[in-house]
């Protein structure tokens, strides 16, 4: 069915050159949270993918092979759309429905408590596992979870471990007290041998950390203890062998799996260890859908969507959400969302953690949806205000920046702050230029700085923005407003969104060597403010700041094909407001708020 060579969205990864029937058979996958899939490919999206995982459990070339062993590496139950209504439980019948074997806790699965999470985890078929953080009031690991696991299939034991990595333990708002964390290549050598006296004659590690942190884990455990590593929290794809080790993250979201064969190296043992072909698979629009898990999908989806599918604005540039771009650079989108939260209160700067940008995607050219912005910006926790002096400022970006090369959450997205970083440097002293508009940032000097409250409890490293390090609360989070709300009171106010440009704020020493022409300039935008600008807060407050680009605004069809985009004019009209059942007048906060509830 899908195998006919070639076939689209499929490649082999690693082929160890081994022939014969497989001993075992395993299927990898991480960090799932659209169960609708996307428009563009890798469509992705549940159906298709358990569509998939079936097709290698059952088509006839499959079938007289070992069962098919599936790993999770975890991140499911939160953020998505559907998780802020239900606390995740639409993914538990996704996750049995895969007949996942075998998970490893991630961070986002404890986003809602962990109460919350073991009420979920009750209710898979499987088990969650995490080694090495451990609970003193449970007397194991968090969640009262397993470490490790032993399975069997086609008589061949398979030991599995899960392990996580420490910094995200620091990122997740509601944690028991005391956890202990232990390190993840300790926590693997003295586990394993366990493991092995039970009698698994293959170790798979199933992961929830950064590659970075995958890559140590093979490199300082004895080569041979652990046979692959199958990782998430990432979103890429990507493999390498380090020590022997396959060490492997198979993409996101449904969009991408691993499909592995496993043969023994020699039948009678003589030489111990397993050959591994890995074969990746995108989940792109040739694969047909489940109807099963359609029907389940559709029922978890349905009313949400309607609402949701309504345009809200237009941009005429790509919006470049991407995980692998937001996390190491500036982008156009965290640029726009930290002007606007700068602008909403009039604050010297912004800060934003590119981990609070979830849409993972680009964000074409053209209409935006509800959905785009709040599925993008999922997070519970509003923008705040605080005052804090320059030091802390540094301090703050220092620890966003202090993790880079890893695509980590932290990383900085900042309005009218402009810096220059040296990544060859140490953590916690890699910029080397900081100006806070015009001027260079003055240490001792207080600023007004607009972030989101989750980074303002010190979350993600981010101490030196908590009241406990001396930050004064100007807006605090009672009366903060979500940044999806101020994204989309923008959009109600303009309507069309112009040209967020990448503009010189963050230049990592070398790379910016090569494109310096950035410049200073921040904000080019496009917007029409005819119909309700005095009806609405924010377009009085913008209309100082933000440069107008009517050209843009009225560019029509000769400048751009027809179904790239539908007439700008037409989001101009207050009837496509009452469309998308949004009330164009009067978006005081308090309504505004209201308003939010809606689509929840
Ligand atoms: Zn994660």
């Not at 022939?19 to 299927?27: E, K, N, Q, Y």
């Not at 919350?116 to 009750?122: D, E, G, P, T, W």
């Not at 101490?463 to 390090?469: E, I």
């Not at 985009?565 to 009209?573: H, V």
Request: hydrophobic share 35%; aromatic share 8%; net charge negative.
């Amino acid at each position: 069915m899908f195998e006919t060579t070639p076939t689209r969205g499929s490649s082999v990864i690693y082929s160890s050159g081994a022939t014969g029937s497989p001993d075992l058979r395993f299927l990898h996958y991480n960090d799932v949270y659209h169960i609708s899939g996307g428009s563009q490919d890798p469509v992705g999206g549940a159906a298709r993918f358990v569509s998939l995982a079936n097709h290698y459990r059952e088509a006839p070339e499959f079938a007289s092979l070992p069962r098919l062993l599936t790993f999770f590496s975890g991140d499911s139950f939160n953020p998505s759309l559907e998780s802020s209504v239900t606390k995740g439980r639409h993914m538990v019948p996704i996750l049995n429905k895969i007949k996942t074997d075998v998970a490893c806790l991630g961070n986002h699965d404890l986003d809602f408590g962990v109460e919350q999470f073991m009420y979920l985890a009750k209710q898979c078929k499987f088990p969650w596992l995490c080694a090495n953080v451990v609970d003193p009031a449970v007397g194991g690991p968090i969640g009262k979870l397993k470490g490790t696991h032993l399975l069997k299939n086609n008589g061949v034991k398979v030991g599995v471990i899960g392990l996580v990595e420490r910094e995200w333990l620091d990122t997740i708002n509601t944690l028991p007290p005391n956890l202990q964390y232990s390190d993840a290549v300790e926590t693997a050598k003295e586990l394993i041998p366990q493991l092995r006296a039970d009698g698994a004659e293959i170790i798979i590690v199933v992961s929830h950390q950064r590659e970075p942190n995958d890559v140590r884990l093979a490199q300082e455990t004895p080569e041979g203890l652990i046979d692959i590593i199958l990782g998430g929290h990432d979103h890429h794809y990507a493999h390498q062998i380090i020590n022997s080790c396959h060490v492997i993250r198979s993409g996101c979201d449904f969009k991408q799996l691993s499909y592995i064969e496993v043969r023994k190296k020699t039948k009678d043992n003589s030489i111990p260890g397993w050959h591994f072909d890995i074969i990746r698979r995108d989940i792109t629009k040739e694969i047909p859908e489940d109807p099963e898990t359609v029907q389940i999908v559709e029922k978890l989806s349905s009313g949400l969507r309607a609402k949701l599918e309504q345009p809200i604005g237009f941009t005429s540039v790509p919006l470049d959400a991407k995980f692998t771009t937001v996390r190491t650079r500036e982008s156009n989108i965290g640029n726009f969302v930290c002007d606007l939260m700068r602008y909403y209160y009039s604050a010297d700067c912004a800060i934003m953690a590119a981990g609070t940008i979830r849409g993972d995607q680009i964000y074409p050219k053209g209409v935006l949806k509800v959905l785009d912005i709040v599925s993008c910006f999922p997070f519970e926790d509003p923008v705040v205000v605080i005052k804090v002096s320059g030091a802390k400022i540094i301090e703050a970006l220092e620890n966003g920046l202090s993790k880079v090369p890893a695509l980590e959450g932290r990383f900085p997205q900042v309005s009218n702050i402009f810096l220059t970083y040296d990544p060859s440097r140490e953590p916690g002293s890699r910029i080397t230029s900081c100006k806070i508009g015009r001027e260079e940032i003055i240490p001792d000097k207080k600023y007004t700085c607009s972030t989101r409250g989750y980074m303002a409890k010190g979350k993600d490293g981010f101490t030196a923005l908590s009241r406990g390090d001396g930050a004064e609360e100007i807006v605090d989070e009672e009366n903060g407003v979500l940044i999806s709300m101020i994204v989309r009171q923008y959009f109600l106010s303009l309507k069309v969104l112009g040209k967020w440009r990448r503009g010189g704020r963050i230049r990592d020493l070398f790379r910016g060597l090569k494109r310096d022409k950035a410049g200073e300039g921040e904000l080019e935008g496009s917007a029409a403010d005819e119909s309700n600008g005095e009806d609405n807060e924010l377009s009085d407050d913008e209309s100082d700041d933000v440069e107008f680009d009517v050209d843009a605004l009225h560019a029509g069809p000769g400048d751009h094909s027809e179904d790239e985009f539908q007439e700008p004019e037409e989001f101009r009209s207050r009837d496509l407001i009452k469309r998308a059942g949004l009330n164009p007048l009067g978006l005081s906060h308090r309504r505004g708020r209201n308003l939010l509830k809606k689509f929840r």
